[in-house]
């Protein structure tokens, strides 16, 4: 049996996570487009669990999961930090 993909913000704090949130971050835009995938994949997913039984953890939570794992696992070495700094500044080469 599937799961809900519900969120609940008031868990442990009578404010909204989303409130505690300002709305410039790009992880929202990112989180809006991964929410449209997986919204367009929800008959997908019915089909493949049972109509009976315990329910489990909604695909979508796992997958949005996974997702911020991979996105906050990136490694961001100083070289990368200077090579992003030069072409802020519009400079053509790297900081020695």
């Keep these: ?4 993909d519900e969120t609940i ?10 409130d505690r949130i300002s709305s410039r971050p790009p992880l929202r835009k990112i989180r809006q487009v991964v929410n449209d995938a997986l919204s367009s994949l929800d008959a997908g997913f019915e089909c493949l669990y049972a ?20 996105l906050f696992s990136i490694r961001v ?13 519009g400079a053509d080469a790297v900081y020695p």
């Design 51 to 70: 109509d009976f039984g315990r329910p489990s953890f909604a695909p979508e939570r796992l997958i949005r999961a996974s997702l911020f794992q991979i």
């Design 9 to 18: 913000g008031s868990l442990f704090s009578y404010v909204d996570l989303e």
């Design 1 to 4: 049996m599937r799961g809900t």
């Design 77 to 89: 070495t100083p070289e990368t930090c200077r090579q992003h700094d030069a072409a802020a500044d």
